[in-house]
């Protein structure tokens, strides 16, 4: 079985600034790693994954994760962060040959961008 | 093209009641997932449907929870006798035919569920 622990519920920073949100999982198998966002009062969209290959994975609007396999960890990075990234993002696991296909997700982390 | 919609968008009902919550997936997607997401707990899986395989029900809590899919598109989450406890923003995803764990989900808005 696979798990995920977003360590942080709720993460205050100001415009500008940068941010991380954590992720860490954990799998007896190999992983494919995902992060999601929600916007408010809007359903779940994919933000960017890891398959393979190169460890760092970036999204069209600026953010980054680098999957760690040593660490098991999958964080989620942005150098400046704007107002419109006000979102709840989501870290995402689901498992390789052996494992289980069905997502499991961490609970969650609340990023507000205060001006 | 159309995205994953859900209906109704939200829904009260009293304890005791049963409720349908229904989800149209993207056209062509195979595989649909029934999530629950309540406050600060995150994503809890229900439900996993591919194809005209037999669905895994593995995260379904209680046998009052059920859900089927009708000619392999639209699904509808049926809930009987509802709880408090079943208050939550219920969600649907839909993903592209099978390629394994690396399928991106497609999320509807949801259906928030409030049981008085």
């Known amino acids: 079985a696979q798990s995920v622990t977003q360590l942080d519920s709720q993460v205050p920073v100001f415009e500008e600034a940068p941010v991380e949100l954590r992720c860490n999982y954990s799998?007896?198998?190999?992983?494919?790693l995902f992060w999601y966002v929600q916007y408010p009062n809007q359903g779940l969209q994919l933000l960017l994954k890891?398959?393979?290959?190169?460890?760092l994975v970036e999204s069209i609007n600026g953010f980054e994760a680098e999957f760690n396999k040593s660490q098991t960890s999958f964080h989620l990075r942005k150098p400046s962060v704007h107002i419109s990234d006000t979102a709840e993002y989501f870290c995402?696991?689901?498992?390789?040959?052996?494992?289980?296909?069905?997502?499991?997700f961490g609970r969650g982390t609340s990023l507000i961008v205060h001006p | 093209g159309a995205g994953v919609s859900q209906s109704p968008s939200n829904k009260v009902t009293e304890k005791g009641k049963d409720v349908e919550l229904r989800c149209d997936p993207i056209?062509?997607?195979?595989?649909l997932y029934w999530y629950r997401q309540s406050l600060g707990q995150g994503l809890e899986f229900l439900i996993y449907?591919?194809?005209?395989?037999?669905?895994?029900k593995s995260g379904l809590p209680s046998d009052r929870f059920s859900a089927e899919r009708t000619g392999g598109s639209v699904s509808t989450l049926t809930i009987q006798r509802t709880q408090q406890e079943d208050s939550a923003v219920y969600l649907c995803?839909?993903?592209?035919?099978?390629?394994?764990?690396?399928?991106?989900?497609?999320f509807g808005p949801g259906t928030r569920l409030t049981v008085l």
């Open positions: 995803a839909s993903s592209p035919p099978w390629v394994g764990s690396t399928d991106t989900q497609y």
């Open positions: 799998s007896s198998v190999s992983v494919y």
């Open positions: 890891y398959l393979s290959g190169s460890t």
């Open positions: 995402a696991v689901s498992a390789g040959e052996g494992g289980s296909y069905i997502p499991t």
């Open positions: 056209s062509g997607h195979t595989a």
């Open positions: 449907f591919q194809g005209n395989s037999a669905p895994d």
